[in-house]
């Protein structure tokens, strides 16, 4: 990898209570691009969220999940190792939600900012909600708070001020390299990798009686406004026998071989999956250059 003095890069954590928009937010930068869980990703306790790609720059951003409020014994451990954590990143987006009025969960999570030394950003989203007359008495709730690096006022849902939050957190990053290679971040290689695990336990569970005339076509692929992947494949087959076999008595052999699937996925991936699959016969699909295409064999 070439060394590009003018690349910025880095890892950022966003931290906040549940609803106040932070997956919302990833979605409006980042889409349904998702990194593939690869050994670089396991370097850093937190789980990767997303990666945020353009020509000068790429951030790695990170969900901190033991950040809330500890209940017990094992809340409190899984808090102390997220926060710990939180030591790895460039800068945290602190996010709190306009119409929500600051409460324990939020003094909790400041607190904790406290005692690390990185750059805080203070994200009021969902601005769309309230009367723009009443932000500078909302900022004023959290400004003596932290020494906050830069306040936003954004809305995640609409994109107000969002493009104006992402050149200044550009600009923070230290020139560094890019972590992830572009195509580990769309959708493909994901793609291609989803359809081999569907492949892999169609053929765990049923070798004997399908052969290798199946293949896995990955109808849609996307993260949900809950950061949740949704996924549709068709499994083709030749013929109408082969169909039979893979749905089983009462859907019993496809809900097996999706369960399976399923749990390797969000294994890959670090997110919760929902995966519809359909079985369909498509007599002499390997014939078909389209098929073959969309499928991925032809360029
Ligand atoms: P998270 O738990 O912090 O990840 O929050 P989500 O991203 O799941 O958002 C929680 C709810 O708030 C969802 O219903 C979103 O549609 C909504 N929401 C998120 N951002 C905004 C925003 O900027 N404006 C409005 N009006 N709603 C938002
Ligand atoms: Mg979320
Ligand atoms: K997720």
Redesign the pocket.
Known sequence: MEFDPNFHSGFVAIV????????????RIIGQKIAIMSDKAQTTRNKIQGVYTDNDSQIVFLDTPGIHKPINKLDDFMEKSAFSALKEVDAVLF?V?A?ETRGAGDNFIINRLKEIDKPVYLII?????INPNKLLSIMDIYKKALDWKEVFP?????G?NVDELMANLKALLPAGPQYYPEDEVTDHPERFIVAELIREKILMLARDEIPYSIAIDILSMKTN???NVDIQADILVDRPGQKGILIGKQGSMLKKIGTLARQDIEDLLGSKVYLKLWVKVHPGWRNESSVLKSLGYKK
Not at 18 to 24: D, E, L, W, Y
Not at 125 to 129: F, H, L, W
């Open positions: 906040g209570r549940p609803n106040v928009g932070k997956s919302t937010f990833l979605n996010m939600s119409t989203n969902k601005i769309d909600e954004i809305s995640a849902l609409q107000n406004e809950h950061g």
